[in-house]
Nanobody, 124 residues
């Protein structure tokens, strides 16, 4: 099991930027994929982005493509989500995830490990 701890959430205005971080436990960090999901009040949890173990491959939801960037620092056991040009509809609880089931990366059911989440609120 991988322990995940998110940080960096907060309240920002539309158009601002924010960077989320997620620190992972364990010595095999570079061997597994990581990702981010989010859940807004009254809505289902949705895929945001994923990155491969090496960091060489990334994938994004259409709603954030071009605005969000996922990256990882394998030396620090940390994954990041840089969020630019934030919109009120980006308001949600953001979760870090680890160890994907191959082919199911865009599904909430496709990940073994979840962090506790961090709140991002974007005001208009």
């Amino acid at each position: 099991q991988v322990q995940l701890v998110e940080s960096g959430g907060g309240l920002v205005q539309a158009g601002d930027s924010l960077r989320l971080s997620c620190a992972a436990s364990g010595r095999t960090f570079s061997t597994y994929a990581l990702g981010w999901f989010r859940q807004a009040p009254g809505k289902q949890r949705e895929f945001v982005a994923t990155i491969s173990g090496s960091g060489g491959s990334t994938s994004y939801a259409d709603s954030v493509k071009g605005r969000f960037t996922i990256s990882r620092d394998n030396a620090k056991n940390t994954v990041y989500l840089q969020m630019n040009s934030l919109k009120p509809e980006d308001t949600a609880f953001y979760y870090c995830v680890a160890r994907a089931i191959s082919g199911a990366e865009r599904s909430p059911w496709g990940w073994y490990d979840w962090g506790q989440g961090t709140q991002v609120t974007v005001s208009s």
